[in-house]
């Protein structure tokens, strides 16, 4: 795989173990599994972990790790995936909605949430209670949306069709929790997927950086007082991820961050550092490395308004 110039530059100087990181570019995903905890029993859940030869995971009961070598595709096949018994979905993909913490009864907005891999998990966590607004602006990852949230049995979800920049105005101060699992430059993904460096460029992440500032704006607007917001990327650049978190401290003094624990997980620090912003609370956001947790590039960071 050849990786642009400007992106080695950038990245050797924040990225930990450069080398490691690149080598593990290179090697073949894992596949990560969710049982679904709205259909699954203790017993379907024993059964699944045998037949797919299954590892858990430490930080949520349902989730796992297959030992065996398989593709997505063909977990994608199985009856238990058919039955919406199993979801597919990456490990570092299951964070943002366990650092959300939904609750039963609450209202919870996923601003943009097609295809749904944490609607669906937000759903199960909140048992099929309270309100989950599930949010996308692309009609046709609508239609991936609606079916995973069919085929999972999620009851409590409504799906909305709107520019997700008009939620802060027309839901003010409405939900006890937000997610904002932004749309990006995609450069955690490398490993699952080359193309994503076909259009790699610093302006592509500038002009991603812009579309995430007016989300991340919109979503702080609709979260309740003393609600949380948790804002996650699958990118690198830190013009979309800590950049974006920065603006908004700039912006509104009511938000600030909060700590993220979250086990059996290496995680490394949000960058306090990078043209444009200088703050050491960034340091609480946390960034999930493919190289250290055989996993996709995640950033998240949890937000209070207070
Ligand atoms: C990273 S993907 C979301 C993945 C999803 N949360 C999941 O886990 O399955 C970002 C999504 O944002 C949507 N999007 C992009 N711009 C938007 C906007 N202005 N308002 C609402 N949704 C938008 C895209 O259509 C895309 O589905």
Redesign the pocket.
Known sequence: MKLPERFIFRYQKIIPDFDFFLKSLEKKLKIYIRVNSLKANKKDIEEIAEKYDCEPLSFYPYAFKLKSERDEFSIGNTLEHFLGYIYVQDMA?MIPPIVLEPKKYEKVL??????????TLISALMENTGLVVA????ID?LKALTGNIDRMGCLNVVITNL???RFGNLFFEYFDKVLL????SSEGTINKNYEVLNHWSEFYINKMAK?QKN?IVSAFKSLKKEGILVYST?TFAPEENEGVIDFLLNKYDNAIIEEINISGIKTCPGITEWEGFNRNELKKCIRIYPHYNECEGFFICKIKKV
């Open positions: 993909s996923d601003l943009t949430a097609a295809p749904g891999s944490k609607t949010n996308d602006i692309n990852r520019h997700g920049e699992d932004a749309p990006c579309i989300l699958c």
